[in-house]
């Protein structure tokens, strides 16, 4: 008969990775306590999906979807997290005697990975719409004189009244 190992504890101090973003995923952690930052980058932007702390697991979607690591996890403060290898977990849901809850975890896993990819999307989306509203709002403050601010608000107001509409229109 084989004997379990005892879970492994890891202690990480504020500031540090427990994993990067696209490494490749071998186990799971539950955090004992302490809090945790959960961001992912794509092209220059850095979006927190979420802070995470005990009684939680995380690093599971790419252990079940045999994926590379979607995000970075960091410490916000000193943290103990219990390692979970891939092999107990897969094994631990495998023990799930309803198929349908079985379903049900990997599916919502599924999901989850979705929108991630989905918040990203639309926080760089938002990122680069505000950059260039700054953009505009920086040369209007260089190029348009004082004396000449009445008569530009006057054209511009009606310019953020359609975009507004626009927006409506999008919101149903």
Do not use: W
Not at 47 to 52: F, H, M, N, S, T
Not at 84 to 94: A, F, N, V, W, Y
Not at 104 to 128: C, D, F, M, P
Not at 152 to 157: C, K, Q
């Amino acid at each position: 008969m084989m004997k379990s190992k005892a879970p492994q504890q890891v202690v990480c101090v504020r500031g540090k990775n427990v994993f990067e973003q696209g490494a490749p995923s071998h186990e799971a952690y539950y955090v004992e306590n302490g809090r945790l930052a959960v961001t992912i980058e794509e092209d220059g932007h850095n979006v927190k999906l979420a802070e995470i702390g005990p009684g939680e697991i995380f690093g599971e979607m790419g252990i079940l979807e045999k994926e590379v690591r979607m995000a970075t996890v960091t410490a916000v403060q000193s943290t103990t997290l219990t390692v979970i290898s891939r092999e107990d977990l897969e094994g631990r849901i495998e023990k799930i005697d309803d198929k349908y809850v079985r379903s049900l975890i990997l599916t919502l896993i599924k999901r989850l990975r979705t929108a991630g990819r989905e918040q990203v999307r639309h926080y760089k989306n938002l990122a680069s719409f505000q950059s260039r509203m700054a953009s505009l709002s920086e040369k209007a403050d260089t190029v348009v004189s004082p004396h000449e601010r009445e008569i530009f608000t006057a054209e511009v107001l009606p310019l953020l009244d359609q975009l507004d509409e626009v927006l409506e229109k999008y919101r149903s």
